[in-house]
Structure formats: C-alpha cells, structure tokens
C-alpha cells in the first residue's frame, strides 16, 4: 500500500477528498500531508446543502495529531462553490476534518479539549508548540456550542457564588443547580446585575425564573437584591459554607491582632484555629491551652463562638436551630469584641435567610465541594489572559457539558 492510500484510510479521508502527497522531515520535526479533492467534484453548498462544483479554491492548512513526536499538519486548497441555487452565492465549503475557521482537526480540538480537564492551558501550549490563545479560542468555541445545547428547564434550586480572578481586582459570580450538581452560569462582576443576566440566560435555556424555588447565597446585599428583584418565587437561605467562612474571617482578623500583642504564643496558629477540637492533635491542644492560660482571650473566645456557631448546624429541626442562634446570638452581643458584636449583629440582620437553610436543607456539602472546582478551574487556566477564560474552564470542569457529539466529523 502506497503511504498516501494508508493515511487517507488512517484520517478517514473519503471521496472526493484524497492524500496526494506526504513528506516528513526529521530536521523540522514535521509531517505535512497533502489532501486534494478528485477533479470534476462536486461540494455540498454550506446554506442551502445543493450540490455545486468548485468555483474557486483557497490553500488551507491544519495542525493535526502528533505523528509519534513529530509535529503533524494537513494541507488542502478548500473550494468556494458558487450555488445554483439564488441567493447562496459564492460560499466556501465545509472540510469533514476542521471546524470552519478552525487551524487545528477535529481530532486535534477533541485532544485539546480532554487534556484541558486535567492540564494547565499554557504548559498545553508549550507542549504542542502553538500559542495559548489559539487553544483558548478552541476551548471557548467548544464551550460554547456545548452550553447552546443545554436544558435548564428543570432548574429549581439554585446556588450563587463569587470568585475573585487575578489576585483580587475582578470578580466573576457563578450559578449552580444544586440538584443537579452542576455550573449552570457565569459572569463577570458580584453585584445584582449578575443575577439579570444569570435569567436572561436562564430563558435562553428554556429555564424559568419563576420556578426557581431557592436560592443559597452569601450574605451580599447585592444578590439579596437581585434575588428579591429577578426571582420572584425563591427563598433565600445563607448558604451554611458561607455564615461559617465569613465567621473564620472575623477570627482570623481577631487573631491575627491578638497575635501581635503575644507573638509567642499566638504565631502560626491560624490553621489550629479552623480545626475543630476533636481535630486537634495533643500537642495543638496544649498550645491552645497555654493560650487560654496565658491571656489569649479574644482569640480563644473568638474560637469558642465559632464553634457554637458551627453547632447551630447540628440542630435536627428549625426550633432547635432558632433555639441554638439564640443563644449564640446572645453571648455573641454581649462580647467585649466589637468584631463579634458586629458578628452577632449580621447574623441577626439575616436571621429568617440563616434558619430557612433548615427548612430547605440545602446541600451546601455541594457548594464547598465545588469551591475545590472553581479552583481547579483557575489553576488550569492559569495565565489566562481574560476573566471569559477562566468561565470557559469552570464550563468545562463543572458544567457537566456533552462533548461528544462536537468531535464528530459532519456527515
Ligand atoms: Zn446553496
């Protein structure tokens, strides 16, 4: 078998496409395949699927697969038709191997496309030797064409939560379907225009805003507002993961000025602090025992309010849970610590949102869980040049989107 007849059968090249010519050159690393179309063809016209022969042609190439660990690349001149048919005109036709407007195969777009799951975007781009923009634009396309297929009609309770991008100068602001489990939406920004154009895009999806029965947020006024404003029907619970974190913050701020007055005692011990007790190890709770000893008491006293925060959420009922608050609520007032007494007061502010997670029971094991998404999203975006990227990425690890039908090669 002649080695042009064994790469046409290897790429799947079919009639009236066929390799003409193959060179490889060990000192440029690469493999350039020739593909040419049989004379007299005829091509399907893009609009209107008519059949037309070639009107004129343009030189194409395409990087390919790598040939074993050389770089590999098609070449082709792609055919404008000129269409019978009034109205179409001249069109260029489509390739069975590339996505119009695309320099890379199909092939080539569906490996980009699983490495990208589980590899950085720019050590990618080194290792096949294009730019990372051009894998970007691969990642975005594919992202894009999958979520225009998707279904939110089933969407009932939803889940919001903002990420900072690029240490801290931007946010983007993620919905979640908490029953499905999945990314459903995200956007540039943390204020209520968010939650506008997270319905826009519900609507576009076949969702409907008013079916949305709960919403777990953070404590923003800017999502309690547009929550309230945009969907009509949602209850609004504090998501737990958040009440706690905004809780480990104020201690941490509370320990870390505490630290300064004794250093000795109180120096990397931020990690002890998140540990609940029967966590800690003996040595980690000697040393919380010098700090007691030793006058630390707005930091162990900032602790030991976090913990009997943490037990409202062991409450079986909503009675049992008001009753807890309550009484964390009171001696939280009662502090000496303005932070605590600041605390207890956004605790009270968001009070019915805090205890309606009781009645809902949103899963917000999901909402810490794909915090560790978001931030695998991040690190395989790493370098990314715009916040869109860095969405594409979050899509693509948790948004539960169906690929594979995109790879295929159009019939
Ligand atoms: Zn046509």
Known sequence: MQ???????ALGIT??????????????NRLD?????????T????????????????????RHLNFFQYEAYLHARVPRVNCPNEGCGVKQIQVPWARAGSGFTLLFEALVMTMARDMPVNVMARLFSVTDTRLWRVINAYVETARANEDYSDVKRIGVDETSTRKGHNYVTFFFDLDAKKLLFGTEGKDNKTVTEFVTDLLKHGGDPEQITDAAIDMSKAFIKGINEQLP??????????LIKLMNEV????????????????????YLFLKNPEKLSPEEQARLDTMVANQCHKSVEAY???????????AESRQEAETLLSQWHKKASKSSIDL???????????????????DSLLTTGFLEGINSLIQAAKARARGYRNPRNMISMAYLIAGKLKFNKLYAQPT
């Not at 009639?15 to 440029?28: G, I, Q, R």
């Not at 007494?341 to 997670?357: C, E, F, N, P």
Request: glycine share 6%; proline share 5%; with cysteine.
């Open 43 to 62: 091509f399907t016209c893009p609009v209107c699927g008519a059949s037309a022969p070639a009107h004129d042609t343009t030189e194409k190439t395409w």
């Open 3 to 9: 080695p042009e007849a064994l790469f046409g059968m």
């Open 251 to 270: 201690m941490g701020t509370i320990r870390s000025e505490e630290a300064r007055k004794f250093p000795e005692f109180l120096r990397k011990t931020r």
């Open 233 to 242: 029907n949602a209850v609004t619970t504090f998501d737990r993961f958040h």
């Open 304 to 314: 030991t309010h976090k913990l009997n925060l943490q037990n409202v959420y062991f």
């Open 33 to 41: 395949i020739t593909i040419d179309f049989q004379r007299g063809a």
């Open 340 to 358: 605590i007494q600041k605390m207890a007061r956004t605790v009270k502010d968001h009070w019915g949102g805090i205890l309606s997670y009781f």
């Open 15 to 28: 009639a009236p496409w066929e390799v003409t010519d193959v060179s490889f050159s060990k000192e440029s």
